[in-house]
Structures are given as structure tokens and as C-alpha cells.
């Protein structure tokens, strides 16, 4: 199998997956953890991790301890620690999605990661990238401060509880009244350390709640200065990728020039040459070869429009990614089925992006994978990013090669800020996935 994700790297880094701070790089800063209907969200989530926690947690322990102690049985304690890691990751895609939906941080949902590299070893790879994932064990991290915070917000609200029964306990002449069983309370003493037990917890239960929000802050939300540097490092891989992409694009035109339409320029003008050599001792073959240059100069201009096709498609611009992509399968050699789904216009930038990444992937497919069909499917997704999924059911094993089609794909999606996964295993099918934000 071969298997190319592209998350904006740095430019010398091979490593196919995002940088920690890759999905936090867009999260709101300036959130309030300390506003009442927060604090009050925060104080239930704690009560109910303080009560969930500990028995997530004994699992995860159980779920190491059996893994470590059956490796002697190599196949069980790989997979049950295989299952240790992804759950792991099940614990830290809940805390994201909780704290996010909590301070509405703007937090993007965690994904599984994966390596570039085929076969048995990307598998292996793959386990790897996920078991020593940053963000994983950041969210991980979270949730386990949340299950301690929540096992001293309940000790607080059993305060509460006790300092409430204690202030009331005169009305239903309760005797005997000590507190912490030791110090014996009488009389107007009573209330009085009741009420204050009262409010002591509930200052605790706020406090350990605003903690909580302080603490996710930090956890998840990049300082101003990790900010900046992913800003830069972003927008150098941009410049990278449109760099890159401009030099795949210039050596595809050179070569279609030289390959295609420049030989034939060369043989019109030789063919009018010799007509004009012809054209009063031998005037029908003069015709002839004048008729046969005609032909080759409109062969010559279809391919000239086809090549300005392939620099900038005017349909694009005009009416919109939908149309332009019908007009695309309507030329194609390979039947194509599309579902495009476009609400809205998105970014030019985009859309283009999008477009040439499907195209240059028809193209490949009709002539490299023997492929019957193929199918296209076009989406903007939740977070106002246009995705494109394109699939054939041909040979596969297509490779990632500098300066080839895939690799064109790859800079020019990079280049607008998007991402881009190709799959093609031997034996087919090849799919293509790009995922570019339209406001790029």
C-alpha cells in the first residue's frame, strides 16, 4: 500500500501528520472560564468525573498491566495493548469534545493518526505515531486533573451537605454534635459552623471549578508566542508548497509544449513550405498539403486550448466549481460519476485548488490505472472547508514522484492551506482526498 498525507509539515520534515499545535493554531484565547454559566457547567462535569474517572481509569491501568504481562504470549499482549492505546485516544477525543463544548474553545476534533508508510511496518507505524501523539496525551492529561479536581469538588459538596444538616440540626434538636467528631458544638455554636461549612464548601466547589478552567486553558489554548511561530511555520509551508507547485506546473507546460504542439507547429510550417514549393508546377498537391497544414493547425489549436485549459479553466471563474467539474467529466476518458454538494462559492483559491486536484487525478487515472470508472464527490464540511474525495477502481500502487501529477496535487493543496491524502494500494482502487478552507 501506498499511503501519502500531507498536513502542512515543515518543508524538510517527512513526518505525514500535523504538529501538536497544528489544531489548535485557530482556538479562541480569549474565552471566560470564570463567567456563572461556565462555573456552574464546570461543577457538574467535575462531579460527574470525579465519580467516571477513577473507574476509566482502573480499566486503562488493567488494560497496561494485562498487555505488559501477556507479551509472552506475543499476539494477545500486542493486541491488547494495540486496544490500550486507541482507548487512550477514545479518553482523549471525549476530553477535547467536552472541554470545547464546555468553554467553546474552538477546538478542532481529534483525529487518528496515521503513517505514510505501506504494508505491515505503516500499521505498526501507525500504532507508534498514535501511542506517543502530543495532543493525545495533553487531552489525556486534562482528564485525569478534571477526575482529581472532580473527586475534591464532591469531597467539597459533601461538605456542603454536612454544613447545611449541621446549620438545621437545632430545629430537629439534634444532640451530640461534634465536629470532625472530635470538638463537641453546643448551643448558637452549631449554626454557626454549619453556615460557615456551607459557605467554605461552596467557595471550594467555584474555586476548584474556575481551577479547572485555568488549568484546560493552559492545556489546550497555544500562548500568543507558539501562535505566532505556527503562523510563520504555516506560511512557510505555503510559500514552499505554491513554489514547488509553480515549478511542477512550468515543467508540465515545457513539456507539453515541446512533446505536443511544438512538433506540430514544426510540421505545419514544413507541409507550407513544400506546398508553397508545389504550388505552380503541382497545384492539387499543393492543395492537398495545404489541407493536410489546416488540419494540423486546428489539431494544434485544440491542444493549445486544452494546455490554457489546464493553466486556468475559465468555467471555474465563471460559473463555479460544480460547472466546471461537469465540464471535466464530460471530457474525460474514464466514465465519472459526480456528487457535487456546494451550498455556497467558496474561495477562489479553493476552488481551483480543488478543481486541479481533480482533474490531474482523472488524468492519471486515465492513464496510468486502467481504471473502468471513477467517482467524485465534493463537500463543504462543518468548519467551512471544501473537501473532495476522488476514487477509481483501477490497478493502484500509484507513488507520490517529485515532479509528477500526485506530486503537483500535494503543492498546490499545500500551497492554499489545505491538506491532501492519497491511498493506493496494489490492486486498487486509489483514492485521492483533499480538504482545503475556503477562505483560503
Not at 477535547?96 to 474553545?105: E, F, N, Q, S, T
Not at 451537605?161 to 465536629?179: E, H, K
Not at 507520490?400 to 493506493?424: K, W
Amino acid at each position: 500500500m501506498t499511503t501519502a498525507s500531507v498536513l502542512p509539515p515543515p518543508p524538510p520534515t517527512s513526518d505525514p501528520v500535523a504538529p501538536p499545535t497544528a489544531l489548535d493554531a485557530a482556538v479562541r484565547p480569549g474565552v471566560r472560564v470564570a463567567a456563572p454559566g461556565r462555573v456552574a457547567g464546570a461543577v457538574a462535569h467535575l462531579a460527574a468525573l470525579g465519580v467516571v474517572g477513577p473507574a476509566v481509569f482502573t480499566a486503562l491501568l488493567s488494560l497496561l498491566t494485562s498487555g505488559f504481562g501477556l507479551l509472552a504470549a506475543l499476539l494477545i499482549g500486542v493486541v491488547v495493548l494495540v486496544v490500550f492505546v486507541y482507548a487512550l485516544f477514545a479518553i482523549a477525543w471525549f476530553e477535547r469534545a467536552r472541554v470545547d463544548g464546555l468553554y467553546g474553545l474552538g477546538l478542532v476534533s481529534l483525529r487518528p493518526r496515521r503513517s505514510a508508510k505501506p504494508g505491515f511496518v505503516g500499521v505498526l507505524h501507525t500504532v507508534w505515531l498514535q501511542a506517543i501523539d502530543p495532543l493525545q496525551w495533553r487531552a489525556v492529561a486534562s482528564f485525569a486533573i478534571a477526575t482529581v479536581l472532580g473527586l475534591m469538588t464532591l469531597a467539597a459538596l459533601s461538605g456542603v451537605a454536612w454544613g447545611a444538616a449541621l446549620a438545621v440540626s437545632p430545629i430537629f434538636g439534634w444532640s451530640n454534635t461534634r465536629l470532625f467528631d472530635l470538638v463537641p458544638l453546643e448551643g448558637a455554636a452549631v449554626p454557626v459552623v454549619g453556615a460557615a461549612a456551607v459557605l467554605v464548601g461552596i467557595a471550594a466547589v467555584i474555586g476548584l471549578a474556575i481551577l479547572h478552567g485555568v488549568i484546560v486553558r493552559a492545556i489546550f489554548v497555544p500562548s500568543r508566542e507558539a501562535q505566532l511561530v505556527e503562523q510563520a511555520r504555516t506560511s512557510d509551508t505555503r510559500r514552499a508548497g505554491a513554489v514547488r507547485a509553480a515549478e511542477v506546473e512550468r515543467t508540465r507546460i515545457e513539456r507539453d509544449l515541446h512533446d505536443g504542439v511544438q512538433p506540430r507547429l514544426v510540421s505545419i510550417g514544413m507541409t507550407l513550405g513544400l506546398a508553397q514549393t508545389k504550388i505552380d508546377d503541382d497545384p492539387e498537391a499543393a492543395k492537398a498539403l495545404v489541407a493536410e497544414a489546416h488540419a494540423s493547425t486546428k489539431s494544434a489549436i485544440t491542444e493549445l486550448r486544452q494546455l490554457a485549459r489546464g493553466i486556468h479553466a475559465s468555467v471555474l471563474e465563471d460559473r463555479g466549481l460544480d460547472a466546471a467539474l461537469s465540464a471535466l467529466a464530460s471530457r474525460s476518458h474514464i466514465p465519472v460519476t459526480l456528487d457535487v454538494r456546494l451550498p455556497r462559492r467558496c474561495g477562489r483559491a479553493a476552488e481551483e485548488a480543488v478543481y486541479f486536484a481533480i482533474a490531474e487525478t482523472l488524468t492519471n487515472a486515465a492513464k496510468h490505472s486502467r481504471a473502468a470508472a471513477c467517482r467524485v464527490d465534493v463537500r463543504v464540511r462543518e468548519d467551512g472547508s471544501l473537501w473532495a474525495r476522488i476514487e477509481d477502481d483501477g490497478l493502484g500502487g500509484a507513488r507520490v514522484v517529485p515532479g509528477g501529477g500526485l506530486d503537483g496535487i500535494v503543492n498546490r493543496v499545500t500551497a492554499a492551506g489545505g491538506t491532501a491524502r492519497i491511498d493506493s494500494p496494489q490492486g486498487g482502487p486509489t483514492t485521492v482526498e483533499v480538504n482545503v478552507p475556503c477562505a483560503s
